[in-house]
């Protein structure tokens, strides 16, 4: 299971951030449609392909000035998967992928500039199809520490914003069903301790006279995991997860409300 002090930091951090929310004095909900390009690389594997999906959001600055943001969203899709058995033989196969994520940030607005920190977690599931395919899950629970620029459009007429953020890994797991492929051995459940995330953002976003602001939105999202903790799963050999990299780059297209 994930580590249990990640865990506990990470209920701690998120009840703490709730806590500090006064009464709203305004909001924006955004709803997006996503496409993009999905590339995950380890040592011998390589797995990439296009994923498609949905986000939501909901931003609120407060009579105090400070302001909250909640968002989450889904991609999913089928990608290539270039790799070998443990054997060190090549296979070559397709993958069925979601990837879920959600989060809570607590912004400082000054001017068009916030600085905000706040909490994520992270959900990858893969399925390896074909002979010997399994199953198998990633989860990361994160500290994103960010700065945007801009605001959300409310009057008429063009608007931007960018956003930049930095992603503390506070800890996660990959489990892989590996009894699925091969039943004479149990799952592996391999703790992570160390690694980071990059996210950036650029948005043009336009709104009438009346109506909502549509957005369209370029992001790139980055991961570099360190290898993981070893588990035993019934070889006379503990396993690992590889260090590992995956790069998400895509479109948003939707309206904020």
């Known amino acids: 299971m994930v580590d249990p002090k990640a865990g506990g930091r990470f209920g701690v951090l998120l009840a703490a951030l709730a806590g500090t929310a006064p009464a709203a004095a305004e909001?924006?909900?955004?709803?997006e449609a996503m496409a993009a390009d999905f590339r995950y690389e380890e040592p011998k594997m390589e797995e990439h392909g296009p994923l498609f999906g949905v986000r939501a959001e909901w931003?609120?600055?407060?009579?105090t000035g400070k302001a909250i943001r909640v968002s989450g969203g889904v991609l999913a899709g089928g990608t290539d998967y270039d790799g070998v058995t443990w054997g060190g033989d090549p296979v070559e196969t397709d993958t069925d992928?979601?990837?879920?994520w959600g989060g809570i940030r607590h912004g400082w607005p000054s001017g068009a500039l916030e600085p905000y920190l706040g909490l994520g977690v992270r959900y990858w599931r893969q399925t390896l199809?074909?002979?010997g395919g399994y199953d198998r899950s990633h989860t990361y629970f994160y500290l994103p520490v960010g700065l945007?620029?801009?605001?959300?459009?409310?009057?008429?007429?063009?608007?931007?914003r960018a956003r930049a953020e930095y992603r503390h890994l506070l800890g996660g797991m990959v489990v892989s069903e590996l009894?699925?492929?091969?039943?004479?051995?149990?799952?592996?459940?391999?703790?992570?301790?160390?690694?980071?995330g990059l996210h950036g953002e650029v948005t043009v976003s336009y709104r009438d006279a009346d109506g909502p602001a549509w957005n369209l939105s370029l992001y790139a999202e980055y991961w570099d995991l360190d290898r993981s903790d070893y588990d035993t799963i019934g070889l006379p050999d503990p396993v690992s997860e590889p260090a590992n990299e995956t790069t998400v780059v895509g479109l948003r297209a939707g309206a904020a409300f």
């Open 148 to 160: 945007s620029l801009g605001s959300p459009q409310r009057g008429p007429g063009w608007g931007w």
């Open 59 to 63: 931003w609120d600055r407060y009579d």
């Open 97 to 100: 992928d979601a990837v879920l």
């Open 27 to 31: 909001d924006v909900v955004t709803v």
């Open 179 to 196: 009894s699925d492929a091969d039943p004479r051995v149990e799952d592996a459940r391999n703790d992570l301790n160390n690694g980071l």
């Open 129 to 131: 199809n074909g002979p």
